[in-house]
């Protein structure tokens, strides 16, 4: 059988973004259109992870990120709380043997600290499985917030401040950025949001300084490699200055 929508790529005539992050948003959307429960949403929402992952892989992407829990989404009730973090246990059992082939590596960004010992564990042995791994880079952001995030790297720089290891002035972006969860990640090159929502609800807020933003209008479990394909390809039709001039062709 044919998949026409496999043949959808980004243009191969220009770079491909180093680094792609996603706020996942619309799963309880797309289930309240069907009239099931928002978890249900969620559930789709983990098979467009798994298929988007795919096709980063697939294309050479070298980051991904995903926005999976925000330091905000406490505030939801706790049965949804239980289910998502659920979901999170069986997709990291379920996935390391595909991401193992698929040459994926996995990391987590965000407080990991008020998640369960036997879940930070279990994510610990996922990262450590694929560890030898040297394709896609997966990055999820859990119990993440971009000011949460900054406040924990001004805290690490004020101790060794304290202890006398560093001066004020040693403090430059690239010794904050060091100290962020994303140390050593670039920074991301293409931010795309679904659902049509158009903030950033928190994501990312030092490393996204230059990102290049997309607003996709399809709840995330519908998402697949067309939307994404369609993403890539308007990124690369952008011109990126960094406050600069545009360099001549
Ligand atoms: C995104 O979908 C998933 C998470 C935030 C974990 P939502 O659950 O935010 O879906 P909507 O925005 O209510 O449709
Ligand atoms: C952002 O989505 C958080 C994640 C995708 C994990 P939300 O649905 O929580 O954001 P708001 O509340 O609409 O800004
Ligand atoms: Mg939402």
Redesign the pocket.
């Known amino acids: 059988m044919s998949h026409p929508h496999r043949e959808i790529r980004p243009f191969a005539s220009s770079p491909l973004p180093r680094h792609i992050a996603i706020?996942?948003?619309g799963n309880g959307r797309w289930a309240r259109r069907r009239g099931k429960p928002r978890i249900f949403g969620h559930r789709a929402g983990a098979e467009a992870l798994r298929r988007t992952a795919e096709a980063c892989a697939e294309w050479g992407i070298s980051h991904l990120t995903l926005?999976?829990?925000?330091t905000?989404?406490w505030r939801r009730p706790e049965g949804e709380v239980r289910a998502l973090l659920a979901l999170l246990r069986r997709y990291l059992q379920e996935s390391v043997a595909d991401l193992r082939r698929r040459g994926v590596r996995l990391r987590f960004i965000g407080d990991v600290q008020r998640f369960s010992p036997a879940l930070r564990k279990r994510m610990e042995e996922v990262a450590a499985a694929l560890g030898g791994n040297r394709g896609l880079q997966i990055i999820l952001?859990l119990n993440y917030g971009g000011r949460d995030e900054i406040v924990r790297a001004c805290r690490a720089l004020a101790r060794l401040a304290a202890a006398g290891e560093i001066a004020a002035d040693d403090i430059s972006e690239e010794l904050f950025a060091r100290h962020l969860d994303t140390a050593d990640v670039p920074d991301p090159d293409l931010v795309i949001r679904t659902a049509g929502?158009m903030?950033l609800?928190n994501?990312l807020l030092w490393q996204t300084a230059y990102a290049e933003y997309y607003s996709s209008p399809v709840c995330w479990p519908d998402f697949n490699r067309l939307e994404l394909a369609a993403a890539i390809r308007a990124f690369q039709m952008r011109t990126r200055k960094f406050g600069g001039l545009a360099s001549p062709l």
């Not at 926005?67 to 925000?70: K, L």
């Open positions: 706020i996942m948003d926005y999976a829990f925000s905000e989404n952001a929502e903030r609800s994501f």
